[in-house]
């Protein structure tokens, strides 16, 4: 099995692996780069402890994000990306480090165990703070292109051009999209009127009672689509006013759990006619400061977007708090969201194309309207979705909490609007399932008498999620499913008895703790009692009563929940009893000091654990032996005249004591205290191999400051190390010219045997290669490596000529260059050997020194070979001194600045700097002296000629082995070409690109309007439509009241049909979408057929109609269609803002050669002077004139078609008595009109 | 013999308002919410008159016109109405095939005789029977 762990901590992203605590299990070594930590400060420790929120920065929210995040994923067992995160870690694993920015990505990914709970999380995080520092220098950036464009005349005249033509597509743009969005305002707010009062009539009319069912249905049909149409528009307004800026949180302390179930359970209706089960799963939570009308607006889209695309299954709402957050969740078992559409799905106007859904209505406002909602309410929306799986919509809000709630929050109107809608999707007559409960409580029926199903289900359903299993074996296969939280048990069953399943019950793990009520229909004492002896936790006798029922099984829900969190805590209770009891005995058997009680005869009377293992043997093999048998000779002679001193002189003795048979070092005190000594050992070892390694490491140090080569590297470290370790043998392995394998380079014996060179000899004749044998292992784990017993490893290579020369254990050091290993150190000992970590420390140290030792003399080797580079490279290379003489100037640099080689030398470096960039090259070199790292960056060079020449240039400095800065060399590449290249690029990029934007979104509301029109006008059909059919009394005679009310209703709707035409006549001009295709007309036949037109409605208001005729076949070229429009429109006004018996008179005249013009006058009420101005804007209606009768639109209309046509429009007018409209439009059409 | 029609609508209220409408005028009146129903149904009810809305789910109005026309060879009135009220849209619905056009809301007034009108036209041995909504 490979060390996975160890694979883990390699792997070059920055994974933190955290358990369910947040405490942090393992990291890579790339994360413990990237914090400035070690391992071992974090393994063990929680997260947050150890990565605390910057407290010098107020608005370090990292730790607060991740935190949201962490639990997200514990929760979900998902895995949740986080946004773009500012984290402050400290630079240096001190306390006192100072904290640095870092910009992270991260990603937290749940790992499951087998039973799908979260056991750990795995933190990715993509690094990217180098990403969003890097910036070039921006004052150099700017003079870089003001030289350019002073060099390039013409291509920045060009440039000019284009860069004028692009800002005028970007405000054409802006200014388009700001038009239409004062226009959506006003629209929508003056679509609201006539449906308001649409609204009233039809209440008031549905709250009589007199109607049939047939007329009731229609008028409740004509309600819910004014209700729809109302929610509508309010979309529309809410869109417009986030637009415009003019919407803000208004937070109030609410009970954002109360709102949250009374949104849902408005929708219950609907879903559930739908054939779906509304799950609302709400935590309580505290009071919190919200702004409700928000959240309702954003949970009702959520709700109406689900229902809308899911077919079978569920719609869930789950609600809950945490940590001044809250978070709501809609999910759906609908179609799911394709991965292609999810860049778009939160854009306005955006609708998913081609969807199964239960009605192709939308305005593909809704999601867009949720995002702009929560993000102004400081928040986020996620989405997760699988096509044909469902999709979950995650909306969290940042909260704080409050104290109070107010009384009451008021649910707007819009629930209403959502739910009319909602309910118009579903054909209608269709029954609706039974109402099931939403309470948390599931309760499992075991009965099989089918009427005794429906009544418990009656009684139980308004209180309890219920299921039923009629029979023995439904019942058992439901126990393999999640536990319910209650079952309720007939004891009588066809099959099996209910006893028995109760035994089947309590054998479940998972079901043993539900609360099982037996259900019983007999009497008798006894078979009660065996229900209870058998495990049922309470019984029933039929017939029961209701509610003594509801009573049992609330009260033995609770008992039961009690029960399973009283045993959770003293589950916790146990174990931590349990640990505590392992902590002791582990500090006992611990205790590192050895401790042996002697008598006279240095006999052993009693000793602890720790003193057997110095002696090497068991404690009974010890007690009652002397002291000089348990020893070698050699040890004993060691430590002899110390006891003896301590013994007869009564008085403390400590010395060193070293155990040639073991390598081990012990620092003894010995107590004489009369007839017994008592002696404390401790094991001071590794001290003194340390002390031993210590001066090794010195010595090597020292001699490579002499050494030569590798080969004197190499006897260095052998006789050095092999010395201070006390080893037999030593042996240098370098990697073979190919890298495929290590071979023997070098050896050194300390003790003299034969066996001891036929083992070198063995050696001399293998190749190793990676991953086999010592060097080989050593060479993949990069690290000291070491075998404790050779004979027991079976994959070392030389084990039997080992053992033959008596060598037993062995350890191993890589060095390592710049490519990967070079070489391994490989040392052995007659004893076994396992390092202390210090010792392995300490190695690794003096690994990294010849590793350096070699580097250096690599370097060596590749300065010479750089000069060669460097004299034939293509670009300018120039080497300065750190104040910025110049010392190096290659040919390249000569073909660029112009100057010769002979020339440039000694001079200073400003010789090719431009004046004024003098300061920023001064200050960049200072930093780049200091060690700071340089990208390659744009920038202009002066050359010998005065002219500027644009580079790329590359800065970098030249150290020495101490890290002092002796050079800075600076590298540049000619940029004249790609320059001009690129500028011309980068600007035609941009303008394509502001281009496609300004024809998108001109298309997305060129669309939208489309589809405005055809939804306002679908709900307008139904409402005018059967208004007309009722008013005709087609269905019935209808007495005075109701006829004038539906009247009311007719008149309301085809007003509001004018408005959108009105509306959608506006917007084409606006949109640029109003086509005009002229021909040549005679304006006399014009008039006369307008006049004839509105004679009917003149009539009826008793004016008169009067048109005075052209003179001759006036003849203009011009659209009939629009030219008529706005004669109808004028007349029309004339007609509508008139007095009884006035008149209307229409006349033509010519306008000098190329015009000619058509006033149309009224002696009606006139228009004050003040209100002249604004008498063509939307929306702008007399404050004297009628109520109701004008659009508003009809003069804004006109005046734009005028001006679409090459024309004008100006009005005269007194008050009281009367107005005259003057239109001139051209005779040949708009200017540049192509005449046929 | 009453003149048949079959409504084709998606909308709910919208084809229950056009169905009460002419049914009140004195037409056999069947209804489809879908243009693969209104196939469907075609050979059964042998209509006079599909008036048919255009912007259906799935297969759209224009290209249930042309598929009627195609299959029946002209001898079923076809009419088209809409909401989307946008330019070109008249002119499409008889590119596909269509008699008359009505652009919604539709005017229940005028309708029922419209329709009548073209049905007559079409069916002559059918205007000599009595007809209510004249």
């Given at each position: 099995?490979?060390?996975?762990?160890?694979?883990?901590?390699?792997?070059?992203?920055?994974?933190?692996?955290?358990?369910?605590?947040?405490?942090?299990?393992?990291?890579?070594?790339?994360?413990?780069?990237?914090?400035?930590?070690?391992?071992?400060?974090?393994?063990?420790?929680?997260?947050?402890?150890?990565?605390?929120?910057?407290?010098?920065?107020?608005?370090?929210?990292?730790?607060?994000?991740?935190?949201?995040?962490?639990?997200?994923?514990?929760?979900?067992?998902?895995?949740?990306?986080?946004?773009?995160?500012?984290?402050?870690?400290?630079?240096?694993?001190?306390?006192?480090?100072?904290?640095?920015?870092?910009?992270?990505?991260?990603?937290?990914?749940?790992?499951?165990?087998?039973?799908?709970?979260?056991?750990?999380?795995?933190?990715?995080?993509?690094?990217?703070?180098?990403?969003?520092r890097a910036r070039p220098p921006e004052t150099e950036q700017e003079q870089t292109?003001?030289l350019?464009?002073?060099?390039?005349?013409?291509?920045?005249?060009?440039?000019?051009?284009?860069?004028?033509?692009?800002?005028?597509?970007?405000?054409?743009?802006?200014?388009?999209?700001?038009?239409?969005?004062?226009?959506?305002?006003?629209?929508?707010?003056?679509?609201?009127?006539?449906?308001?009062?649409?609204?009233?009539?039809?209440?008031?009319?549905?709250?009589?009672?007199?109607?049939?069912?047939?007329?009731?249905?229609?008028?409740?049909?004509?309600?819910?689509?004014?209700?729809?149409?109302?929610?509508?528009?309010?979309?529309?307004?809410?869109?417009?006013?986030?637009?415009?800026?003019?919407?803000?949180?208004?937070?109030?302390?609410?009970?954002?759990?109360?709102?949250?179930?009374?949104?849902?359970?408005?929708?219950?209706?609907?879903?559930?006619?739908?054939?779906?089960?509304?799950?609302?799963?709400?935590?309580?939570?505290?009071?919190?400061?919200?702004?409700?009308?928000?959240?309702?607006?954003?949970?009702?889209?959520?709700?109406?977007?689900?229902?809308?695309?899911?077919?079978?299954?569920?719609?869930?709402?789950?609600?809950?708090?945490?940590?001044?957050?809250?978070?709501?969740?809609?999910?759906?078992?609908?179609?799911?969201?394709?991965?292609?559409?999810?860049?778009?799905?939160?854009?306005?106007?955006?609708?998913?194309?081609?969807?199964?859904?239960?009605?192709?209505?939308?305005?593909?406002?809704?999601?867009?309207?949720?995002?702009?909602?929560?993000?102004?309410?400081?928040?986020?929306?996620?989405?997760?979705?699988?096509?044909?799986?469902?999709?979950?919509?995650?909306?969290?809000?940042?909260?704080?909490?409050?104290?109070?709630?107010?009384?009451?929050?008021?649910?707007?109107?819009?629930?209403?609007?959502?739910?009319?809608?909602?309910?118009?999707?579903?054909?209608?007559?269709?029954?609706?399932?039974?109402?099931?409960?939403?309470?948390?409580?599931?309760?499992?029926?075991?009965?099989?008498?089918?009427?005794?199903?429906?009544?418990?289900?009656?009684?139980?359903?308004?209180?309890?999620?219920?299921?039923?299993?009629?029979?023995?074996?439904?019942?058992?296969?439901?126990?393999?499913?999640?536990?319910?939280?209650?079952?309720?048990?007939?004891?009588?069953?066809?099959?099996?008895?209910?006893?028995?399943?109760?035994?089947?019950?309590?054998?479940?793990?998972?079901?043993?703790?539900?609360?099982?009520?037996?259900?019983?229909?007999?009497?008798?004492?006894?078979?009660?009692?065996?229900?209870?002896?058998?495990?049922?936790?309470?019984?029933?006798?039929?017939?029961?009563?209701?509610?003594?029922?509801?009573?049992?099984?609330?009260?033995?829900?609770?008992?039961?929940?009690?029960?399973?969190?009283?045993?959770?805590?003293?589950?916790?209770?146990?174990?931590?009893?349990?640990?505590?009891?392992?902590?002791?005995?582990?500090?006992?058997?611990?205790?590192?000091?050895?401790?042996?009680?002697?008598?006279?005869?240095?006999?052993?009377?009693?000793?602890?654990?720790?003193?057997?293992?110095?002696?090497?043997?068991?404690?009974?093999?010890?007690?009652?032996?002397?002291?000089?048998?348990?020893?070698?000779?050699?040890?004993?002679?060691?430590?002899?005249?110390?006891?003896?001193?301590?013994?007869?002189?009564?008085?403390?003795?400590?010395?060193?004591?070293?155990?040639?048979?073991?390598?081990?070092?012990?620092?003894?005190?010995?107590?004489?205290?009369?007839?017994?000594?008592?002696?404390?050992?401790?094991?001071?070892?590794?001290?003194?191999?340390?002390?031993?390694?210590?001066?090794?490491?010195?010595?090597?140090?020292?001699?490579?400051?002499?050494?030569?080569?590798?080969?004197?590297?190499?006897?260095?470290?052998?006789?050095?190390?092999?010395?201070?370790?006390?080893?037999?043998?030593?042996?240098?392995?370098?990697?073979?010219?190919?890298?495929?394998?290590?071979?023997?380079?070098?050896?050194?014996?300390?003790?003299?045997?034969?066996?001891?060179?036929?083992?070198?000899?063995?050696?001399?004749?293998?190749?190793?290669?990676?991953?086999?044998?010592?060097?080989?292992?050593?060479?993949?784990?990069?690290?000291?490596?070491?075998?404790?017993?050779?004979?027991?490893?079976?994959?070392?290579?030389?084990?039997?000529?080992?053992?033959?020369?008596?060598?037993?254990?062995?350890?191993?050091?890589?060095?390592?260059?710049?490519?990967?290993?070079?070489?391994?150190?490989?040392?052995?000992?007659?004893?076994?050997?396992?390092?202390?970590?210090?010792?392995?420390?300490?190695?690794?140290?003096?690994?990294?020194?010849?590793?350096?030792?070699?580097?250096?003399?690599?370097?060596?080797?590749?300065?010479?070979?750089?000069?060669?580079?460097?004299?034939?490279?293509?670009?300018a290379i120039v080497a300065t001194t750190p104040t910025g003489v110049i010392?190096?100037?290659?040919?390249?640099?000569?073909?660029?600045?112009?100057?010769?080689?002979?020339?440039?030398?000694?001079?200073h470096i400003d010789l090719i700097i431009p004046d004024e960039l003098r300061d920023d090259v001064r200050h960049l070199r200072a930093r780049v002296a200091d060690g700071e790292r340089s990208e390659p960056f744009e920038t202009v060079r002066r050359?010998?000629?005065?002219?500027t020449?644009p580079v790329t240039m590359s800065i970098t400095a030249v150290t020495?082995?101490?890290?002092?800065t002796?050079a800075i060399a600076a590298i540049a590449r000619?940029l004249?070409?790609?320059?001009?290249?690129?500028?011309?690029?980068?600007?035609?990029?941009?303008?394509?690109?502001?281009?496609?934007?300004?024809?998108?979104?001109?298309?997305?509301?060129?669309?939208?309007?489309?589809?405005?029109?055809?939804?306002?006008?679908?709900?307008?059909?139904?409402?005018?439509?059967?208004?007309?059919?009722?008013?005709?009394?087609?269905?019935?005679?209808?007495?005075?009241?109701?006829?004038?009310?539906?009247?009311?209703?007719?008149?309301?709707?085809?007003?509001?049909?004018?408005?959108?035409?009105?509306?959608?006549?506006?917007?084409?001009?606006?949109?640029?979408?109003?086509?005009?295709?002229?021909?040549?007309?005679?304006?006399?036949?014009?008039?006369?057929?307008?006049?004839?037109?509105?004679?009917?409605?003149?009539?009826?208001?008793?004016?008169?109609?009067?048109?005075?005729?052209?003179?001759?076949?006036?003849?203009?070229?011009?659209?009939?269609?629009?030219?008529?429009?706005?004669?109808?429109?004028?007349?029309?006004?004339?007609?509508?803002?008139?007095?009884?018996?006035?008149?209307?008179?229409?006349?033509?005249?010519?306008?000098?050669?190329?015009?000619?013009?058509?006033?149309?006058?009224?002696?009606?009420?006139?228009?004050?002077?003040?209100?002249?101005?604004?008498?063509?804007?939307?929306?702008?209606?007399?404050?004297?004139?009628?109520?109701?009768?004008?659009?508003?639109?009809?003069?804004?209309?006109?005046?734009?078609?005028?001006?679409?046509?090459?024309?004008?429009?100006?009005?005269?007018?007194?008050?009281?008595?009367?107005?005259?409209?003057?239109?001139?439009?051209?005779?040949?059409?708009?200017?540049?009109?192509?005449?046929? | 013999?009453?003149?048949?029609?079959?409504?084709?609508?998606?909308?709910?209220?919208?084809?229950?308002?056009?169905?009460?409408?002419?049914?009140?005028?004195?037409?056999?009146?069947?209804?489809?919410?879908?243009?693969?129903?209104?196939?469907?149904?075609?050979?059964?009810?042998?209509?006079?008159?599909?008036?048919?809305?255009?912007?259906?789910?799935?297969?759209?109005?224009?290209?249930?016109?042309?598929?009627?026309?195609?299959?029946?060879?002209?001898?079923?009135?076809?009419?088209?109405?809409?909401?989307?009220?946008?330019?070109?849209?008249?002119?499409?619905?008889?590119?596909?095939?269509?008699?008359?056009?009505?652009?919604?809301?539709?005017?229940?007034?005028?309708?029922?005789?419209?329709?009548?009108?073209?049905?007559?036209?079409?069916?002559?041995?059918?205007?000599?029977?009595?007809?209510?909504?004249?």
């Amino acid at each position: 099995m490979p060390d996975f762990l160890r694979i883990f901590e390699r792997t070059p992203g920055i994974f933190l692996v955290l358990d369910r605590e947040f405490r942090m299990v393992a990291a890579t070594d790339a994360r413990l780069a990237a914090t400035g930590t070690s391992r071992e400060q974090i393994v063990g420790r929680n997260l947050f402890d150890l990565f605390p929120d910057n407290p010098a920065d107020p608005e370090a929210s990292g730790v607060g994000n991740l935190r949201a995040s962490l639990e997200r994923v514990l929760e979900s067992r998902q895995p949740d990306a986080m946004p773009l995160q500012r984290y402050d870690v400290r630079a240096v694993p001190l306390p006192d480090a100072p904290f640095e920015e870092r910009y992270w990505s991260p990603l937290n990914v749940p790992v499951l165990n087998r039973d799908g709970e979260v056991e750990f999380i795995i933190h990715a995080v993509d690094d990217v703070t180098e990403f969003v520092r890097a910036r070039p220098p921006e004052t150099e950036q700017e003079q870089t292109n003001l030289l350019l464009k002073a060099r390039n005349e013409r291509l920045g005249a060009e440039l000019h051009r284009r860069t004028v033509e692009l800002q005028r597509a970007n405000e054409a743009l802006k200014s388009l999209d700001e038009a239409k969005t004062r226009f959506f305002n006003s629209a929508s707010h003056e679509l609201r009127t006539p449906l308001t009062l649409l609204l009233g009539p039809l209440e008031d009319l549905l709250g009589r009672a007199d109607w049939d069912e047939d007329t009731r249905r229609q008028l409740q049909l004509m309600q819910r689509n004014a209700l729809r149409m109302h929610k509508l528009v309010n979309s529309l307004l809410d869109f417009a006013a986030i637009e415009t800026g003019r919407v803000k949180p208004h937070r109030l302390p609410v009970d954002l759990a109360a709102i949250t179930r009374e949104v849902a359970e408005g929708f219950r209706p609907a879903i559930e006619k739908a054939g779906l089960e509304l799950r609302v799963e709400l935590q309580s939570a505290p009071t919190v400061e919200v702004d409700p009308s928000i959240w309702e607006k954003i949970l009702l889209n959520l709700l109406s977007n689900a229902l809308k695309f899911t077919w079978e299954g569920h719609i869930a709402v789950r609600f809950r708090a945490a940590d001044h957050h809250v978070l709501l969740e809609v999910e759906d078992t609908g179609i799911g969201i394709p991965d292609t559409e999810r860049p778009h799905l939160f854009t306005r106007f955006h609708r998913v194309a081609e969807q199964r859904a239960r009605t192709r209505e939308g305005t593909g406002i809704g999601l867009a309207l949720v995002k702009e909602l929560t993000e102004l309410h400081g928040g986020t929306v996620a989405l997760e979705s699988a096509v044909g799986r469902g999709s979950i919509f995650r909306v969290t809000l940042p909260a704080a909490p409050a104290a109070e709630p107010i009384a009451l929050y008021a649910p707007s109107e819009a629930p209403r609007g959502f739910r009319s809608e909602a309910e118009s999707w579903f054909p209608e007559d269709q029954p609706t399932r039974d109402a099931q409960s939403s309470a948390e409580t599931r309760v499992l029926v075991v009965e099989d008498n089918a009427d005794m199903r429906e009544h418990l289900g009656r009684v139980l359903r308004p209180h309890h999620a219920v299921e039923f299993a009629p029979d023995g074996p439904q019942a058992l296969e439901r126990l393999k499913g999640p536990p319910a939280d209650l079952v309720l048990l007939d004891v009588a069953l066809p099959g099996i008895s209910g006893l028995e399943l109760l035994q089947h019950i309590r054998r479940q793990a998972n079901w043993r703790t539900v609360p099982v009520i037996v259900l019983t229909a007999w009497t008798e004492e006894s078979i009660s009692l065996a229900g209870l002896a058998s495990g049922a936790d309470d019984y029933i006798e039929k017939p029961f009563r209701p509610r003594d029922m509801l009573a049992r099984i609330d009260a033995h829900v609770r008992l039961a929940r009690l029960r399973n969190a009283s045993a959770a805590r003293e589950r916790s209770l146990r174990m931590e009893a349990e640990s505590s009891r392992r902590t002791i005995e582990a500090v006992l058997a611990g205790a590192t000091d050895g401790f042996v009680l002697l008598d006279r005869e240095f006999r052993v009377l009693q000793l602890n654990a720790r003193e057997a293992e110095i002696l090497g043997r068991p404690p009974e093999e010890v007690f009652g032996r002397r002291m000089p048998d348990l020893l070698s000779p050699a040890a004993w002679q060691n430590a002899a005249p110390h006891l003896e001193r301590a013994m007869h002189e009564r008085r403390l003795v400590t010395f060193d004591h070293f155990l040639p048979e073991r390598d081990a070092w012990l620092e003894k005190r010995a107590y004489g205290l009369g007839e017994e000594l008592g002696v404390v050992s401790v094991d001071i070892t590794a001290r003194k191999r340390l002390e031993a390694m210590m001066a090794a490491q010195h010595a090597i140090s020292r001699g490579l400051i002499e050494a030569a080569d590798e080969g004197a590297l190499a006897d260095l470290l052998l006789s050095e190390l092999g010395r201070a370790l006390r080893a037999d043998v030593g042996a240098y392995w370098r990697l073979a010219e190919d890298s495929r394998a290590l071979r023997l380079d070098r050896e050194r014996v300390f003790r003299t045997d034969e066996q001891i060179d036929r083992f070198i000899e063995f050696s001399r004749r293998l190749e190793i290669p990676p991953g086999h044998s010592l060097p080989g292992r050593t060479w993949i784990t990069r690290d000291v490596t070491w075998i404790p017993v050779l004979s027991e490893d079976r994959g070392f290579l030389r084990r039997e000529q080992a053992i033959a020369a008596g060598l037993v254990g062995a350890i191993a050091f890589p060095i390592v260059l710049r490519e990967g290993v070079g070489s391994v150190v490989e040392l052995f000992f007659d004893r076994r050997f396992v390092p202390e970590p210090q010792l392995v420390r300490t190695l690794a140290g003096v690994a990294s020194e010849a590793g350096q030792f070699l580097r250096r003399l690599q370097a060596e080797q590749a300065r010479r070979q750089f000069a060669l580079i460097v004299r034939s490279s293509q670009e300018a290379i120039v080497a300065t001194t750190p104040t910025g003489v110049i010392t190096s100037w290659n040919p390249g640099a000569e073909r660029l600045y112009g100057y010769r080689e002979a020339e440039a030398l000694g001079r200073h470096i400003d010789l090719i700097i431009p004046d004024e960039l003098r300061d920023d090259v001064r200050h960049l070199r200072a930093r780049v002296a200091d060690g700071e790292r340089s990208e390659p960056f744009e920038t202009v060079r002066r050359r010998k000629d005065g002219t500027t020449v644009p580079v790329t240039m590359s800065i970098t400095a030249v150290t020495d082995d101490t890290g002092r800065t002796v050079a800075i060399a600076a590298i540049a590449r000619d940029l004249t070409e790609e320059k001009r290249r690129v500028e011309v690029e980068r600007h035609m990029l941009q303008l394509r690109e502001a281009n496609r934007r300004s024809e998108e979104a001109n298309r997305l509301k060129s669309d939208f309007l489309a589809h405005m029109s055809h939804e306002l006008r679908t709900p307008l059909n139904g409402i005018i439509g059967f208004s007309e059919f009722l008013v005709d009394e087609k269905v019935g005679p209808l007495n005075d009241r109701q006829k004038e009310f539906l009247n009311d209703v007719l008149g309301s709707g085809r007003h509001l049909l004018r408005l959108i035409n009105n509306i959608l006549d506006l917007s084409k001009v606006e949109a640029g979408q109003m086509e005009i295709l002229p021909e040549w007309l005679a304006v006399d036949a014009a008039i006369t057929d307008v006049v004839n037109s509105v004679r009917p409605v003149a009539e009826k208001a008793e004016i008169s109609v009067i048109a005075t005729p052209c003179a001759g076949e006036f003849r203009v070229y011009h659209d009939p269609v629009k030219f008529r429009q706005i004669l109808l429109n004028l007349v029309s006004n004339g007609i509508q803002f008139n007095r009884p018996r006035g008149e209307v008179r229409v006349s033509c005249s010519p306008a000098g050669e190329d015009a000619f013009e058509i006033a149309v006058s009224d002696t009606g009420i006139g228009i004050s002077p003040e209100e002249l101005p604004g008498l063509f804007r939307e929306f702008r209606q007399l404050r004297n004139a009628p109520r109701g009768r004008g659009t508003g639109l009809g003069l804004a209309v006109t005046k734009r078609l005028v001006a679409l046509m090459g024309g004008t429009i100006r009005v005269e007018s007194e008050p009281d008595r009367g107005s005259r409209f003057f239109v001139r439009l051209p005779i040949r059409g708009p200017a540049g009109t192509p005449l046929p | 013999m009453k003149p048949k029609i079959l409504i084709v609508d998606d909308h709910p209220t919208n084809l229950k308002l056009a169905r009460e409408v002419l049914h009140a005028a004195g037409f056999e009146v069947h209804v489809a919410g879908s243009a693969e129903e209104t196939l469907s149904l075609l050979p059964l009810v042998a209509p006079h008159l599909v008036l048919l809305d255009i912007a259906l789910p799935g297969m759209d109005g224009l290209q249930l016109a042309e598929t009627i026309r195609a299959r029946h060879d002209g001898s079923i009135v076809i009419a088209a109405m809409t909401a989307h009220a946008m330019k070109g849209d008249d002119q499409r619905a008889y590119d596909a095939g269509c008699h008359a056009y009505f652009a919604k809301p539709i005017d229940t007034r005028n309708l029922p005789a419209r329709l009548r009108e073209l049905v007559d036209a079409r069916f002559p041995h059918l205007a000599t029977h009595e007809d209510p909504a004249r």
